[in-house]
Each structure stands twice: as C-alpha cells, then as structure tokens.
Nanobody
C-alpha cells in the first residue's frame, strides 16, 4: 500500500499551464504504475494519463494528448502531470492513483488513491 498526496492545483485562465504533483510514501514507489484521473461532480471519473513503474510507457486520453505530459521521478517518489493549453473543460478534481506493477487505463485497477486537487480553468 502507498499513501498519495496531490498538490499543484488551482485557478488558471484558459490557455495557461499548471503542474500537478503526487508524492507517495509507503512501499517501493518504483514498483507501482501511476495514473491520473479527473472527475466533475455528477459525472463519472475519467482517465487522464498513466505511466509505467519505470516511466518507459505513457498513455493519454485523447482529449489531453499533446497538451498534458505525465512523468515520474522515482528517486523523489513523485509523479507529475504537466498541463498546458488548458481549456475550461479541463476543470475537475484531479486524483493520482497507484497500481502495483502493470499500468492500466481503468480506474478500477488502481488500489491506492490520493484525495485529489482541484483544477479550475476560467474562460
């Protein structure tokens, strides 16, 4: 089990950028694939990006591809989500999640979750 804490959310104008961080504590971070998901109240949680445990594989939702970049620093037990060219429709609560070993695009495959950080993009 890992404990996850997100940071970096906030209010930004459309076209702006934010970098989210998710820092893990607990068992060996480098054994966990990591994902970012987002959710708007009243809607289903959706996949944003994922990265393999070594960082050699990355996956993105179609609507963030080319604008968001997921990365990780295993020495710092941290995964990042660099978000650029933000749009109002990116407004959501963003959560990071951990899954032992294999990366997945499905939220039900992840066993450990942070509490989330809010991103609000104004038009």
């Amino acid at each position: 089990q890992v404990q996850l804490v997100e940071s970096g959310g906030g209010l930004v104008q459309a076209g702006g950028s934010l970098r989210l961080s998710c820092t893990a504590s607990g068992r060996t971070f480098s054994s966990y694939a990591m994902g970012w998901f987002r959710q708007v109240p009243g809607k289903r949680r959706e996949f944003v990006a994922a990265i393999s445990e070594r960082g050699d594989l990355t996956y993105y939702a179609d609507d963030v591809k080319g604008r968001f970049t997921i990365s990780r620093d295993n020495a710092r037990n941290t995964v990042y989500l660099q978000m650029s060219s933000l749009k109002p429709e990116d407004t959501a609560g963003y959560s990071c999640a951990a899954r032992f070993m294999d990366v997945s695009l499905w939220d039900h495959d992840y066993t450990d979750w942070g509490r989330g950080t809010q991103v609000t993009v104004s038009s």
